[in-house]
């Protein structure tokens, strides 16, 4: 409950300074876009060239790209602190979250948090509803709801690996640059995993689990049932991921060094 | 003695830092096997600190002052050694302990740097979960004793240091701590601003009996505020105990500084002390030499009277050690007899 009241707070502190900067907003969310049908863009060509991905339609690959954005906009819009080593460590401001009686990861969420990216939600549902159409796909009244926590088990899934990622910056201040590497793995949970080989269907499963961000959730939603086992683990496997993180993260703050003055 | 708001014993905080090897075939074996050092900020040290004391805690860069504070505030894991602040272990029940601190980085800033000041206030106020009317009464008489009412709809970068330091001290108290932290609070400001600062900090002293730990460079702030000073050296305290005691061991009395038309030699002028309760030092000049005497009408005027009635003397000065010198001292002679 505080931390609901806490959240809103900062949620209309943060739509107060971004009004006052209308014009940088606006191009954030343009930008966004822009990306987005770049992405669209490539399908699009890739499939001009051929008819099936693996067995995967053009139109099912549409969708699953439409439902990725969805967990993406969520992760994008809170959890992605790939700046947080050199913010909050080598900079010191670690120290100050640290004297402030709410949990330490939850701060840096609310000072970090990006709420444009949500725009992207709206994209993904509309990629969703066009790729939906076209492949004549029946809705239960049931399916919202698996949707809502299908999202938000993918959206865990990212923001799992990427508070583990931040969490070794306690252990190592050095400058790392595995964040903008992991945005390109995390690119590769939008296609279906049985294109690509053994090892790094594997890796995007169990280790850096992508896979469950796109592909696996949305199987369910295509009516693919071969794929159902991994569609329903994805809830699990995201708070799994984002516990451990937490857990990695808890420990971390303890061997916070603090900036040298 | 009133009950323990701080109590440290045997605190140590040791830092492992990898040195690197030379040249390339160096940053090789750096790859396989590191060589660590230990290098130990905090030595070993203990204190306690009672309710309402304000105490100066001063040292220079590097002395463990820093090291130690973030101890006590939660912020680092004390590699050994017990920390109780306010009766709980600061790093294991942070969210809990840090309710009852207040804390003022100097060089950092607790505000919100793009919102009005009174946002800052408002958000810090959930964050700490103030009721209303607590916060309303508390925090109506700290404005008005910073004299920060008309800075309040102002977004914090558009505020002087001077303006945003007084904000910041108003922000750390929001939830009316028993325990104030303050690292550098006077840091470049001018002397006004510092005036008011220390008269609020008194009376919020004497108002809630606040407890008030504050690293300075500035020692005008501790000979101002503090009866008590802990001194800190190489991660060691080298001294506790009342400023007006370290001023008694070392700095009560003055310094004749002579400087002779003649040569003349330390064995010469010792007679010239005899009796009296004062000791020649070798001034920096050929021929200038120190009287420490102590702070005594009589002595003084013996002194001066024995040195100029046996020696010809081109120059007279008469110096009070002031606390700066003092301590100066103390960290160039590394020792303390008090």
């Given at each position: 409950m505080k931390h609901a009241t806490i959240f809103l707070l900062y949620v209309s502190q943060y739509m107060k300074t971004r009004l006052t900067y209308?014009?940088?907003?606006?191009?954030?969310?343009?930008?966004?876009?822009?990306?987005?049908a770049v992405n669209l863009i490539f399908i699009l060509v890739v499939f001009g060239h051929t008819n099936m991905l693996s067995g995967w339609s053009r139109d099912e690959i549409i969708f699953i790209y439409g439902f990725f954005l969805v967990p993406f906009a969520i992760f994008g819009a809170f959890f992605n602190i790939w700046d947080f080593n050199e913010r909050y460590i080598v900079k010191g401001e670690m120290d100050r979250i640290l004297t402030r009686p709410v949990h330490s990861l939850f701060q840096i969420i609310l000072e970090r948090m990006e709420l444009e990216s949500l725009f992207g939600m709206i994209t993904g549902i509309a990629v969703m509803i066009y790729a939906g159409s076209r492949l004549d796909l029946s809705l239960s009244w049931y399916d919202p709801f698996v949707f809502l926590v299908m999202v938000i088990g993918g959206a865990f899934v990212y923001a799992g690996i990427f508070v583990l990622l931040a969490s070794i910056s306690f252990w190592s201040d050095s400058r790392t640059s595995i964040m903008p590497m992991m945005y390109n793995i995390g690119n590769y949970g939008r296609y279906p995993v049985d294109i690509y080989n053994k090892v790094i269907r594997f890796i995007l499963t169990w280790i850096l689990p992508f896979a469950f961000v796109g592909v696996y959730p949305s199987a369910y939603f295509l009516g693919r049932e071969e794929w159902y086992g991994y569609a329903f683990l994805t809830p699990v496997i995201g708070f799994a991921f984002f516990a451990i993180a937490i857990i990695m993260w808890n420990i971390g703050v303890t061997k916070y060094r603090g900036a040298g003055n | 003695m009133g009950k323990e708001v701080i109590e440290v014993q045997s605190l140590r905080k040791d830092f492992k830092s990898h040195s690197s090897r030379s040249g390339l075939k160096g940053a090789f074996r750096d790859l396989f096997t590191r060589n660590y050092k230990v290098i130990s900020a905090v030595k070993d040290i203990s204190f306690t600190v009672n309710e309402g004391e304000m105490v100066g805690y001063i040292g220079e860069n590097g002395a463990g002052k820093s090291t130690s504070i973030k101890m006590l505030t939660g912020i680092l894991t004390p590699t050994s050694g017990t920390v109780r602040v306010n009766g709980m272990d600061p790093h294991k029940e942070r969210e809990k302990f840090v309710r009852s601190i207040g804390v003022v980085f100097g060089q950092r800033s607790q505000l919100w740097w793009d919102i009005a000041v009174q946002e800052s206030f408002r958000l810090l106020k959930k964050v700490y979960n103030v009721p209303d009317d607590v916060y309303n009464e508390h925090m109506n008489h700290v404005i008005e004793s910073l004299d920060i009412g008309p800075l309040l709809d102002k977004p914090v970068r558009?505020?002087?240091?001077?303006?945003?330091?007084?904000c910041e001290l108003a922000a750390a108290l929001l939830h009316n701590p028993k325990l104030l932290f303050l690292d550098e609070p006077t840091i470049g400001l001018d002397v006004l601003v510092k005036l008011k600062i220390r008269n609020f900090l008194k009376e919020i002293n004497e108002k809630y009996k606040t407890t008030i730990l504050l690293t300075t460079h500035d020692l005008t702030d501790i000979e101002a505020l503090c009866e008590r000073v802990v001194m800190l050296d190489e991660g060691q305290i080298i001294y506790d105990g009342k400023l007006a005691k370290l001023r008694s061991n070392w700095g009560e009395g003055k310094q004749i500084e002579f400087q002779f038309g003649e040569n003349v030699t330390g064995d010469e002028l010792q007679p010239?002390?005899?009796?009296?309760?004062?000791?020649?030092?070798?001034?920096?000049?050929?021929?200038?030499?120190?009287?420490?005497?102590?702070?005594?009408?009589?002595?003084?005027?013996?002194?001066?009277?024995?040195?100029?009635?046996?020696?010809?003397i081109t120059d007279i000065k008469?110096?009070?050690?002031?606390?700066?010198?003092?301590?100066?001292?103390?960290y160039e002679e590394g020792m303390l007899n008090g």
């Open positions: 209308r014009i940088d907003m606006a191009m954030e969310i343009m930008s966004d876009l822009l990306f987005q | 558009k505020l002087s240091l001077g303006q945003r330091m007084r010239l002390l005899k009796e009296l309760d004062a000791e020649w030092t070798p001034g920096d000049r050929p021929n200038v030499y120190v009287a420490n005497v102590v702070n005594e009408e009589h002595v003084i005027s013996e002194v001066i009277g024995r040195v100029v009635a046996a020696h010809r008469i110096h009070e050690i002031s606390t700066e010198e003092i301590i100066r001292n103390i």
